[in-house]
């Protein structure tokens, strides 16, 4: 629903635009394509000095109005409205700690975990560019502006090899994780329970955790609303109104709060979580197709 809205509102830039353009100076158009992009920061290292953590590509897509005005027919300056799905792939696999019974006898089962989770952000980014033409080519660089609109996770959590206790009936804890950063509160979880024992003593863990259930709080969302960054890239023009294009988007700042930010490490001595405070910046690469008029 909410991207059909904005496929509208983006339809609708188009035909005012084309309405309003009488100045040969002004021009329009519109963009799409699939995204590449991934979370960008330091990794929690184990004992060894192994980095436990890796962030990888996660596919997305994009799509969004333009206009531009010309300076002269090589240099001028153009803005976007586009419609964005920008995240990462975020991976943990080494040691680690995970408590149960939380809410009655809370027990910290010390193993390994194996986490995968793909983070999936969308935004509403606006590019404020210049750009200079040669021929069919044209580069262009600018500063973006990302508003982040909607923010969801979904992965999974094993907690094997545990070290001071006995898991029956598998010798593994195996979770699903199903996030909603926008709307999850502290402590959200599904209502089906996943039933073990640990040293022949009966426990449930919810089978779906949501974002926020390892937190005893949740004040802000995750992730920040305003996402700064650099953007840069370049097109190639088949005539003069048909392109295909690339370019590159560099966060300039840190994309989650640092009260988020812990380690899957390690707990402290009071069973209170281990704050990192990474920096973690968004990189973005965009593969588009479009027209201009």
Known sequence: MMTQRILVFLLAILCTLSISAQDKKIGYGFRAGLSYSKFDGPSETGPDGKELESFTNDKGFHIGAAFSYK?????????????????????????????????????VLKGTRQQQLNVNNTFIDIPVMLYYKFGK????????????????????????????????????????LDYNYKKDKAGEASLEQTEFTVNGLPFSEPSTLGAYYEFEERDKMQYKTLDIGLVGGASFFFNEGLFVSWRYVYGLGDVDRNEYDISLQTLNTDRTHVKREDNNRSLSMQFSVGFSF
């Open 137 to 176: 080519l044209e580069i262009f660089g600018g500063l973006n502006t990302g508003l982040l609109i909607g923010s969801t996770g979904a992965g999974s959590l094993r907690i094997e090899d545990v070290t001071n206790g006995t898991l029956a009936p598998d010798p593994f804890l195996a979770l699903t």
């Open 71 to 107: 300076f002269t027919d090589l240099v001028g300056a153009r803005a976007e409205f586009m419609y964005s799905q920008r995240g990462s792939n975020i991976k943990y696999d080494g040691p680690s700690y995970y408590e149960v019974g939380r809410r009655l006898v809370p027990y």
